[in-house]
């Protein structure tokens, strides 16, 4: 009997991970659903930064790890005792007619998904990762009425 594409699930890759500092965002396990990749403040990924769920119920690349990044790169997480501070995120302001996901606190790396109301259409990226200097990767999105010609 032959599977629906809908009926195709990737992997939980979670609980199978090398690398314990490796965070994980599975937005959906389903075809073309992705997940993201990040690490902690001083660390960088050493790979791709995402994976999509492809129709074969593979992802379509490898997890990466983590690796202590180069000083150059993070030189605000050093300190005299060499320990690692970890900025936080100001919640994002959901859209108006749509929401987000989360309630904080968001340190470096996390991931906010935004999700317009139905039948609103989104305008921008629908993902918003918390960087290391405290500041969201992307604007929040627009959730506008769509336009009828």
Known sequence: MDHAVWDIECPDLRMKLSDTRLRVMVLSRGVGGRMIFTCPPGFATTGPDHATCLD???????????????????????????????????????????????????????????????????????????????????????CKWPLVA
Request: hydrophobic fraction near 30%; charged fraction near 20%; include cysteine.
């Open 56 to 142: 074969n119920g593979q992802w379509s690349s490898p997890t990466p790890t983590c690796k202590v990044a180069p000083a150059s790169k993070f030189p605000q997480y050093l300190t005299a005792s060499s320990r690692l501070k970890e900025d936080k995120c100001i919640p994002p302001i959901p859209p108006l007619n749509g929401v987000t996901s989360g309630t904080g606190p968001f340190h470096a790396g996390d991931v906010v998904e935004v999700k317009c109301n139905p039948n609103y259409m989104m305008e921008g990226q629908p993902l918003m990762v918390c960087q290391e200097d405290g500041q969201w990767s992307d604007e929040v999105p627009k």
